[in-house]
């Protein structure tokens, strides 16, 4: 099948979740990430991105109007020294502290569970950028094995980078009854080499009514420099440092 348009993989999905794109620019030596938050809820739409150095933080816009920050307040990107990880929530910590420790990234999230939010159980997913000789990157998504959340089911997908295509996976796919989680195997789309394109698409591509935030982080693999933008919906939005 071939790579489609960002707008092609959110059609008929006004609601995603939160979602991890990782990918090879089509010059061949530029990493793409990218990370975004939807929201339906005033907790879940209450927050913002913001840079905390090379890792990324969410803040909470009204803390009056902050219900539970147990799931929604996480670090969602840090930069080691030759890795960059990003998730949806407090398995970043784990994975990074797995790392430092000697361990791995599959490791540590056979440590971790999706989200204990009955009913949804919302999917923990996870990625990793692996900024050495050998490039590549691994996605993740950990979620319910069954409706009653007893069992969970640990999926992994290691990715041979390909010039000009990144690889997106998402907590939710669409329903009329329920929020599903996410199924099938991360989706494939072209990407261009310009960030300021990307995230545009990116987030045009996100349903405006739903959509919270989005990080999008071009890295040079050679050097390790990168620029980054921030889209927040709620706040003003930001430009590169």
């Not at 620019?25 to 990430?33: I, K, V």
């Not at 490791?107 to 923990?124: I, M």
Request: charged letters at 25%; glycine letters at 8%; proline letters at 6%.
């Amino acid at each position: 099948m071939e790579p489609g348009n960002l707008s092609d993989v959110f059609c008929g999905n006004p609601y995603p979740g939160r979602g991890i794109l990782l990918g090879l620019c089509p010059n061949g030596t530029t990493a793409a990430l990218a990370y975004f938050i939807m929201g339906r809820s005033v907790n879940s739409r209450n927050r913002a991105l913001e840079r905390m150095g090379d890792d990324l933080a969410i803040r909470v816009l009204d803390e009056h109007r902050m219900v539970d920050p147990s799931l929604i307040l996480y670090a969602p990107l840090r930069t080691l020294e030759n890795e960059i990880v990003v998730t949806n929530g407090n398995q970043t910590d784990t994975i990074c502290e797995a790392i430092e420790n000697g361990g791995s990234f599959y490791e540590a999230l056979q440590t971790r569970r999706f989200e204990p939010d009955a009913p949804h159980f919302t999917p923990r997913i996870s990625g990793i950028l692996r900024m050495s000789e050998s490039f590549g990157y691994t996605l993740s998504i950990l979620k319910a094995g069954d409706a009653e959340g007893k069992t969970a089911l640990r999926q992994t997908f290691d990715v041979e980078p390909t010039a000009g295509i990144g690889h997106l996976i998402h907590t939710y796919h669409p329903s009329e009854d329920a929020l599903l989680s996410f199924s099938g195997e991360p989706a494939e789309v072209r990407l261009p080499n310009d960030i300021d394109e990307l995230t545009s698409e990116l987030w045009d591509a996100l349903h405006p009514e739903h959509r919270v935030a989005l990080y999008v982080r071009s890295t040079d693999i050679r050097t390790g420099e990168y620029e980054d933008r921030i889209r927040n919906q709620y706040a003003a939005e930001e430009k590169e440092a």
